[in-house]
C-alpha cells in the first residue's frame, strides 16, 4: 500500500516519529511535508494529501497538524476523499470499518503521544466492512456529485 504523508508546523515532530512505523508496516510513503517547524499554512499540505489520495496516485492519506480538525476539514473538499479525524484505536478502526475514510487526520497536540502509533496501527489494519455501510458510503457520494454538479450549473 502506498500513501501520502504532511503535516503543518504544530505535527511535524509527530509526522518524523511515525515515519519508521510506517516502514515497519510495510507502507510505502510519499512526505509531502512540511520539511521544519516554522509555521505553515495547513490547508496547503493538507490538499496536497487529499488530491493524490482522490487522483488514486495513493491508496490513502495520513495528516498530522496541532488538532487535525482543520487538515480534515480541508481533505473533505476535495471530491473522493473521506477523511476521519482519530484520536483512539476505536475512532480510526471504525472510520475505516463503516466510512471507508481513506484519510486519517491526527492530532499532535490534542493526542497523547504515546498513543498515536496504536492509532496509525488500528488504521492501516483495518478494512471497510461493507454491507449495511456501503449503502451508506454510496449515499456520501450522491451528496458529493450532486454537490459538484450544482457547482458547476452555477
Not at 48 to 67: W, Y
Not at 129 to 143: C, F, S
Request: contains cysteine.
Amino acid at each position: 500500500m502506498k500513501i501520502a504523508l504532511a503535516s503543518d508546523h504544530a505535527g511535524y515532530s509527530e509526522k518524523e516519529r511515525l515515519k519508521p512505523l510506517l516502514t515497519d508496516l510495510g507502507l510505502e510513503f510519499d512526505d509531502l511535508g512540511t520539511a521544519s517547524e516554522a509555521s505553515v499554512d495547513y490547508p496547503d499540505y493538507a490538499r496536497k494529501v487529499a488530491e493524490e489520495v482522490a487522483q488514486g496516485r495513493v491508496d490513502q492519506g495520513l495528516l498530522v497538524c496541532g488538532s487535525g480538525t482543520g487538515m480534515a476539514i480541508v481533505a473533505n473538499k476535495v471530491p473522493g476523499v473521506r477523511a476521519a479525524v482519530a484520536w483512539s484505536e476505536e475512532t480510526a478502526r471504525l472510520a475505516r470499518q463503516h466510512n471507508d475514510a481513506n484519510v486519517l487526520a491526527i492530532g499532535a497536540r490534542t493526542t497523547p503521544q504515546d498513543k498515536i502509533p496504536a492509532i496509525v496501527r488500528a488504521w492501516f489494519s483495518a478494512d471497510f466492512e461493507g454491507g449495511r455501510h456501503a449503502d451508506r458510503v454510496e449515499k456520501i457520494r450522491k451528496i458529493e456529485s450532486a454537490t459538484e454538479a450544482q457547482r458547476r450549473a452555477e
